[in-house]
C-alpha cells in the first residue's frame, strides 16, 4: 500500500479546489463530516434524538413579556422616484 505523505495531500487538496471551487468546499466539507457522523451512528446503534430525550429535561414555561408602549411613529414622505417605486410595488409590477 502506497504511502500518502503532506506533499501528496497538498496535491489532491489543490486539485479538489480546482474542481468544485472555493464557494463550495465549506459545504462539501460539511456533508462528509455529516455523513461520517450518522455512517458512525449506524454502527454504534445510538442515534442522536434517543441522546438529547435521555440528555435534556424539558425547559420551563417561559414568562409572558410585557409590550412596551411606544408612541406612533411618523409616516414617511415619499418624494420623487421612491413615490413611484412604492406605488408600483403596491400594484404587483416592476
Known sequence: MPNIGAPELAIILVIVLVIFGPKRLPGLGKQLGTGMREFKD?????????????????????????????????????????????????????
Open 42 to 94: 449506524s454502527i454504534t446503534g445510538s442515534t442522536k434524538e434517543k441522546d438529547e430525550d435521555e440528555a435534556a429535561p424539558e425547559p420551563p414555561a417561559a414568562a409572558p413579556r410585557e409590550v412596551a408602549r411606544t408612541a406612533p411613529a411618523e409616516p414617511e414622505v415619499l418624494t420623487g422616484e421612491a413615490r413611484h417605486e412604492d406605488e408600483l410595488a403596491r400594484r404587483g409590477g416592476s
